[in-house]
């Protein structure tokens, strides 16, 4: 489906196994999704995007499932304005979602992406979203600036990776199974040429077995380990090692192992997000079982 300088709006549709990509749209268009299956597409699920003239007016995703293409979920760039709520974005290629502009990132189930779950190249607010079993659970590129409130970051290698000039506030997030947490990383595009030179202010989270709640890397993402230098959270800033008694069950579905989660950490806002899909397309995979690929 493609639309060009038009309004487009699709509810309780299924686009499943287009070649290229699922939806598209450029120019001066305004897309709205709601209740949608977008599946095994051989690029991108969504892609939405005018770099060049930025004359897009408007995305929306509510209650979305986009799933197993081979490329990006969803990918958008030149939107003036960009909400994704209550959607699963699971099981691409690459990046579950790619954010070359500015949106607002909320109360998603974001999971088993190849690589990264959510790409931020522009002003991003990503609050209250499961952020699962990706290589990376958020990248802030190299000129980011976002709002990270809210989230759980479960069993992704590194949870939050912040690029070159990234300006990017993490705040009230809980960090489970990570190998890394919040990583500072030299910019991508010029290897290990040039060191961080953004701010991330790390403040009143949670980490649980987590290796190095913070660390430095000098070498570019796809070069890991690259030299590396773990880094000492401060105390002022009130982040916390405990354990935050949340799991995942069989059925994908969150729960808590005692009655109060973390302090500090809304666990209702997020209680209801699962990895259970609505359609046999989107069933999660059995507990430890290797991630499917996208496009099976």
Sequence with gaps: IRGRDAGLSLADCVVIGCACGGVEASGEASVELENCLIVACGLHGVYV?????????????TN??????????????GVADTTITDCRIS????TGIHAGSRAIIRHN?????GGTGICAAGQCLVKQN??????????CGPNAKCAID?????????????????????RRNVFLGCHDGVEYNADARLRDRIPFAGKIHVRE???????????????????????????????????????????????????????????????????????????????????????ATAGR
């Design 205 to 291: 989270n949670v980490f649980w077995r987590v290796l190095h709640p913070l660390i430095k890397r000098d070498g570019a993402p796809n070069a890991w380990p690259g030299r590396f230098e773990p880094l000492e959270l401060a105390e002022e800033d009130q982040n916390r090692h405990e354990d935050p008694h949340i799991a995942i069950d069989a059925a994908g579905r969150l729960r808590l192992d005692i009655n109060a989660p973390p302090p500090g950490f809304d666990f209702s806002a997020v209680a209801d997000l699962s990895l259970e899909g609505r359609w046999p397309l989107t069933a999660a995979e059995p507990a430890g079982a290797v991630p």
């Design 91 to 94: 099981r691409a290629g690459q």
């Design 49 to 61: 995007a005018d770099p060049a003239r930025r004359r897009l007016k408007r995305l929306r995703l």
């Design 64 to 77: 979305c499932d986009v799933c197993r293409c081979q490329g990006t979920n969803i990918l958008f760039d």
């Design 109 to 113: 189930a974001i999971f088993d992406n």
């Design 130 to 139: 499961l952020l699962c079993r990706n290589q990376r659970g958020l990248l």
């Design 150 to 170: 809210g989230n759980l970051l479960i069993d992704n290698s590194t949870g939050i990776c912040g690029q070159g000039n990234a300006d990017s506030t993490i």
